[in-house]
């Protein structure tokens, strides 16, 4: 069973110090976006090209963010996306995520447009695993398939030089259809067809690599006979390793619910690390009564068919003590 520590979270209305939280997770500074800019990320664009029949990136350039190609988009954003009707903030809960490309078509241009993150995993690390988010809209234009624009998302082991496969993604419209992807009701210009894909979670089990460079990639391009757009919304998650594993329930609470990261196709939660018996096949697991601290809850996660890596996430119990409420003497 493959593990991974990873923070789950916990209905509850008890207090917990989160800065030292984020202290301890050890998560590459910002990779989650929560310093609201482009701190630690790379952010560049470049041109698309058909080099031997192959939809092929070149001429990249470190730009620094552009802005409608790389931009900050905050929690408090409440609009939702033209074509897809989603949230064009992410849903999981944190206070920043990016968008890469735009939706405007330009016959003119090739272009393309990226954020890049580089990190040398720790040697000694035990754990380390990502989860990120994405959505994707995407203009389907009467092309090649070699020619359409399309939506990148890389991990690369750059030690090796490899790309790790089953979490690497290169999303274009083609004949019968993107798996996952829904055709807005809104034409795109010109009155062609826009394909989108609303947010869906994506975990990465990196410890194998520990020790090694890696690179995440989210990448946008526009068609190769220029102009056909494509863009993408990107969320990563804020917990990286096994240093926060704790969920947390107040002293004397009776119930507790444990909420694994929604979009998976399935779940299954195991009453211990044993994994010998299923105690629930949701999102969501209710125990009442609520278990002792210490106790550990893991849940299998299985992305839907060609969008990730079956995954073992880990719930920790830990208690804190009920909030005192203090009106004051007014």
Same mark, same amino acid.
């Given at each position: 069973?493959?593990?991974?520590?990873?923070?789950?979270?916990?209905?509850?209305?008890?207090?917990?110090?989160?800065?030292?939280?984020?202290?301890?997770?050890?998560?590459?500074?910002?990779?989650?976006?929560?310093?609201?800019?482009?701190?630690?990320?790379?952010?560049?664009?470049? @041109?698309?090209?058909?080099?031997?029949?192959?939809?092929?990136?070149?001429?990249?350039?470190?730009?620094?963010?552009?802005?409608?190609?790389?931009?900050?988009?905050?929690?408090?954003?409440?609009?939702?996306?033209?074509?897809?009707?989603?949230?064009?903030?992410?849903?999981?809960?944190?206070?920043?995520?990016?968008? !890469?490309?735009?939706?405007?078509?330009?016959?003119?241009?090739?272009?393309?447009?990226?954020?890049?993150?580089?990190? @040398?995993?720790?040697?000694?690390?035990?754990?380390?695993?990502?989860?990120?988010?994405?959505?994707?809209? !995407?203009?389907?234009?009467?092309?090649?398939?070699?020619?359409?624009?399309?939506?990148?998302?890389?991990?690369?082991?750059?030690?090796?030089?490899?790309?790790?496969?089953?979490?690497?993604?290169?999303?274009?419209?083609?004949?019968?259809?993107?798996?996952?992807?829904? !055709?807005?009701?809104?034409?795109?210009?010109?009155?062609?067809?826009?394909?989108?894909?609303?947010?869906?979670?994506?975990?990465?089990?990196?410890?194998?690599?520990?020790?090694?460079?890696?690179?995440?990639?989210?990448?946008?391009?526009?068609?190769?006979?220029?102009?056909?757009?494509?863009?993408?919304?990107?969320?990563?998650?804020?917990?990286?390793?096994?240093?926060?594993?704790?969920?947390?329930?107040?002293?004397?609470?009776?119930?507790?619910?444990?909420?694994?990261?929604?979009?998976?196709?399935?779940?299954?939660?195991?009453?211990?690390?044993?994994?010998?018996?299923?105690?629930?096949?949701?999102?969501?697991?209710?125990?009442?009564?609520?278990?002792?601290?210490?106790?550990?809850?893991?849940?299998?996660?299985?992305?839907?068919?060609?969008?990730?890596? !079956?995954?073992?996430?880990?719930?920790?119990?830990?208690?804190?003590?009920?909030?005192?409420?203090?009106?004051?003497?007014?």
């Amino acid at each position: 069973m493959p593990s991974v520590l990873y923070k789950i979270s916990v209905i509850i209305f008890c207090l917990f110090n989160l800065n030292s939280a984020k202290a301890q997770n050890q998560c590459p500074p910002n990779i989650d976006f929560e310093f609201g800019d482009f701190t630690n990320w790379v952010c560049k664009t470049g @041109t698309v090209s058909l080099v031997g029949g192959i939809n092929t990136l070149g001429n990249w350039m470190v730009t620094g963010p552009l802005a409608t190609r790389h931009d900050i988009i905050p929690a408090t954003n409440t609009s939702v996306d033209y074509y897809g009707g989603f949230p064009v903030a992410s849903p999981s809960g944190s206070n920043y995520s990016v968008k !890469i490309g735009n939706g405007n078509d330009n016959p003119s241009r090739k272009t393309a447009e990226g954020v890049f993150y580089t990190y @040398t995993i720790p040697a000694n690390i035990s754990n380390f695993s990502v989860l990120y988010y994405y959505a994707v809209v !995407i203009e389907d234009p009467n092309h090649t398939p070699e020619q359409k624009p399309r939506f990148r998302a890389n991990v690369i082991n750059l030690t090796d030089a490899d790309t790790i496969n089953c979490v690497s993604f290169d999303f274009y419209p083609y004949p019968g259809g993107l798996p996952g992807f829904r !055709i807005s009701s809104q034409p795109g210009p010109g009155n062609s067809i826009v394909r989108y894909k609303e947010w869906t979670p994506v975990t990465l089990n990196l410890t194998q690599y520990a020790g090694k460079t890696v690179q995440l990639q989210f990448i946008t391009s526009r068609c190769e006979p220029g102009g056909h757009f494509c863009y993408a919304y990107v969320d990563v998650n804020s917990v990286c390793n096994g240093a926060i594993v704790g969920t947390t329930i107040c002293r004397g609470d009776t119930i507790v619910s444990l909420t694994a990261p929604y979009g998976f196709e399935t779940y299954q939660w195991y009453n211990d690390v044993s994994f010998s018996q299923v105690i629930a096949n949701t999102q969501i697991l209710s125990l009442n009564p609520a278990p002792n601290a210490g106790a550990v809850y893991p849940v299998v996660v299985t992305p839907f068919p060609g969008y990730g890596c !079956i995954d073992t996430l880990y719930a920790t119990l830990t208690l804190a003590d009920k909030p005192i409420s203090n009106a004051g003497t007014d």
